[in-house]
């Protein structure tokens, strides 16, 4: 047997690890969020919402948003979605887009009183799941520090080091990395362990999965929600 054959061999067999038990098509369920998160909004402020819908090819689409105030003695909001206080009292905002039929919407609930307030910085989380015959697990954090989004694990996580060019992306379709934010390739692969990412590039909530890719065969091999 020559070498060649023997490497196609391997190759074949590290193929077939990887790949998931079943054939998922690359769709995901379209997401539709406020992301502008207020506690409270002073008298007389004004504040621009911001809304993100994310398509179900998992990529961002500038849409129509349809902004209602269902409290309007105590809020208004114009159709761009710039938020104004009244008076004092609590207030709801909705949002709304329609999708291919689909009516996607989210809403806000906050307090109109002597100040602005945004919320407390979100602390997200998940758990990393394999989604191949390789062993890949742990539990992580993603949350903003200063001028950094950082991503943590706990030492619950663990990789399999036979898993040829392994690199972890964030994205909103676990099952490609086009459009994905590719983080880099895996180099720790038991225990504690951070990436920090620039936040003037990314948003916290811009991705809604963290996924681990096989390059060199291009499928997945896990991934994990992020989740609040």
């Not at 949350?143 to 990789?159: C, H, I, P, R």
């Amino acid at each position: 047997m020559t070498r060649h054959f023997w490497t196609g061999i391997i190759c074949c067999l590290l193929f077939s690890a990887c790949i998931k038990d079943d054939i998922v098509p690359d769709i995901v369920d379209p997401v539709f969020r406020i992301d502008t998160r207020l506690d409270s909004l002073g008298i007389n402020d004004s504040v621009q919402l911001e809304a993100r819908f994310i398509n179900t090819a998992g990529q961002e689409e500038t849409v129509s948003i349809i902004w209602e105030s269902l409290s309007p003695d105590f809020a208004s909001i114009d159709e761009n979605g710039l938020l104004s206080g009244i008076a004092e009292g609590p207030a709801l905002i909705t949002a709304q887009v329609e999708h291919q039929g689909e009516i996607l919407a989210d809403s806000l609930a906050f307090y109109v009183g002597q100040e602005t307030i945004f919320s407390d910085p979100l602390i997200l989380s998940g758990t990393i799941v394999s989604t191949s015959s390789y062993e890949l697990q742990g539990a992580f954090t993603f949350y903003e520090e200063g001028q950094e989004l950082v991503l943590a694990f706990d030492e619950s996580y663990k990789a399999s080091t036979a898993l040829p060019g392994l690199y972890v992306y964030l994205t909103n379709n676990p099952n490609s990395v086009n459009e994905a934010f590719e983080i880099g390739p895996v180099e720790i692969f038991e225990g504690e362990h951070e990436y920090r990412l620039s936040a003037s590039a990314l948003g916290l909530e811009e991705f809604g999965y963290l996924l681990y890719w096989c390059k060199p065969f291009s499928v997945e091999v896990g991934e994990g929600a992020i989740n609040e």
